[in-house]
């Protein structure tokens, strides 16, 4: 079966700081890969996804960026962080060429002070 | 480009009495149509999809939807709630075509079950 890993849990950073949370995908190859932000009231707004090693693609401009080192991984990082990059992180995949159902993991929650 | 509305952001209904939760897409084209349950903390759970054929699809929970094209609507329905299905709810929709696929979701809906 297959099963999707997002850590660390929780994070509190000051502003400034550097980033990176990290997403893993076990039982599957060649998934799709998408990270979303989650802020109270607005839904999911998607950040990046990616259907192959390497291949990045970025929904908004922001101070976020994303990479896919191994088929299975994906990492979400900023250089410096900003108050406005607090909430809730979510990595999910989905199968390729199939009906958009998206598995999510457990979530990242960011507070920036 | 799709679009997701679900216009109200909490719903509070007492314990044993049935919901609707709605959902109102804009496509020019057809869409998959998918709602996700979100317990406090967690990432979000497939509830049930619609993908073609019957209107009415059941999920798990004893949740339903009806796909309904004239109104664009999938409204998302239990007869009777329990306190344990306080949760937010998203309805999603994404294109069925090959290759990526962009899932866009509305901006959730927050069941609270009164007991």
């Known amino acids: 079966s297959q099963t999707i890993h997002q850590w660390p849990a929780t994070l509190v950073q000051p502003v400034g700081s550097p980033l990176s949370l990290e997403c893993t995908v076990e039982?599957?190859?060649?998934?799709?890969l998408y990270w979303y932000r989650q802020a109270a009231g607005r839904g999911l707004q998607l950040l990046f996804y990616s259907v192959g090693i390497g291949q990045i693609s970025s929904e908004v401009p922001q101070n976020l960026s994303a990479s896919r080192p191994q088929d299975r991984q994906f990492i979400l990082s900023s250089k410096k962080l900003l108050l406005s990059d607090s909430g809730f992180y979510l990595c999910a995949w989905r199968w390729t060429g199939a009906t958009g159902e998206l598995f999510f993991g457990e979530g990242s929650r960011l507070t920036v002070l | 480009a799709q679009s997701v509305t679900q216009l109200d952001s909490q719903v509070p209904v007492f314990e044993e009495a049935p919901v609707e939760l709605r959902c109102n897409y804009s496509s020019s084209v057809s869409v998959y149509l998918f709602w996700y349950v979100q317990y406090p903390n967690q990432g979000l759970q497939l509830l049930l999809k619609y993908l073609s054929g019957s209107t009415l699809v059941k999920g798990i929970n004893g949740f339903e939807a009806e796909f309904n094209k004239s109104q664009t609507s999938f409204h998302l329905r239990k007869p009777s709630v329990h306190i344990s299905d306080t949760a937010e709810y998203f309805c999603?929709?994404?294109?069925?075509?090959?290759?990526?696929?962009?899932?866009?979701f509305g901006t959730g809906t927050k069941l609270q079950v009164i007991p």
């Open positions: 999603a929709v994404s294109l069925p075509s090959g290759g990526y696929q962009k899932v866009t």
């Open positions: 039982g599957t190859s060649n998934p799709n």
